[in-house]
């Protein structure tokens, strides 16, 4: 009989699985992914909603603050002071609806910032005006006008030139101050081209009359050329004539010693050969 014994092999339960560390393991790491997954979502939106306080909060913030200096301006600045300076042909109130017309038109920070380096053109009978901010409450306007030198009649209008010719403006209504000029022949006006007369240089003539009578603060009702272009000044039913393109300076600078006296008067006063050497006149009545 022999010593040895014999070693019986345990038997393996097929349905039994050898589980390792690894494998022990592993069930946690796939409870603490799906745990993750499940407080990801929660994060995010918790995230979103963070972000949305922030950007509603912040979007608060700039509308009271626009919405406050918006009153802020609107209350202040408003225009309670006009001086128009320079305008003629417009009344004062006509010069602001121009500038101050729409809406924020009675606010200076609008104002200035609308006009800020340029002036306003294209209004007729005007070149430009400039808008100045003297105050929070006061602006000032000056107003550059067109050197009108007369207006002729064509066609039931008024067609106003400059000291060129070149026709400025037409116009139904007469503007005061400005002299229509008669005797002139022409046979059609186009706006922003030269009154076709046989002789332009008299538009240096009449521009000059103009300038001369506006100085000594006189207003001719008519500036007349003959067919030898001697020139006739008309002041009521007062006639001056003033006769050639010579002297014309020195005879108005004597005539506005002369005209009160001749002012409701019929009659002619004959100044063709007067001059500063000569100084003779006569005047004859109707």
Do not use: C, W
């Not at 946690?28 to 993750?36: E, G, N, Q």
């Not at 949305?52 to 209350?75: D, Q, R």
């Not at 005061?176 to 009154?195: K, M, R, Y």
């Not at 076709?196 to 009359?209: C, M, W």
């Amino acid at each position: 009989m022999s010593d040895k014994k014999t070693v019986k092999k345990k038997k393996t339960n097929p349905n039994l699985r050898l589980i390792k560390n690894g494998d022990v393991e592993e069930p946690k790491r796939k409870k603490r992914r799906i745990r993750k997954r499940e407080e990801r979502p929660e994060k995010i939106r918790f995230g979103k909603a963070k972000r949305s306080v922030i950007l509603l909060t912040v979007f608060l913030s700039l509308f009271l603050i626009l919405g406050g200096a918006y009153f802020y301006i609107i209350n202040n600045y408003k225009v309670t002071t006009v001086h128009v300076d320079g305008s003629i042909h417009y009344t004062n109130e006509e010069i602001m609806e121009m500038v101050m017309g729409g809406r924020f038109g009675d606010n200076s920070l609008f104002l200035s910032l609308k006009y800020r380096d340029k002036g306003i053109e294209g209004v007729p009978f005007i070149e430009t005006m400039d808008v100045a901010i003297e105050a929070k409450d006061t602006i000032r306007i000056t107003v550059y006008e067109k050197a009108l030198a007369g207006y002729v009649r064509y066609l039931g209008r008024y067609v106003y030139f400059d000291k060129d010719g070149i026709v400025v403006e037409t116009s139904m209504e007469e503007t005061a101050g400005i002299p229509q000029v008669t005797g002139l022949s022409f046979d059609h006006v186009i706006l922003h081209e030269p009154l076709p007369v046989d002789k332009p240089e008299l538009f240096d003539e009449i521009l000059n009359i103009t300038q001369q009578l506006a100085k000594y603060s006189l207003t001719a009702d008519r500036i007349y050329f003959d067919s030898t272009y001697e020139v006739t000044l008309y002041f009521g039913e007062a006639k001056i004539a003033l006769g050639k393109n010579e002297d014309i300076d020195e005879k108005i600078m004597k005539l506005q010693y002369i005209l009160p006296d001749l002012l409701g008067k019929s009659g002619t006063l004959d100044m063709r050969e007067y001059s500063e050497d000569t100084k003779t006149y006569s005047f004859e009545q109707d």
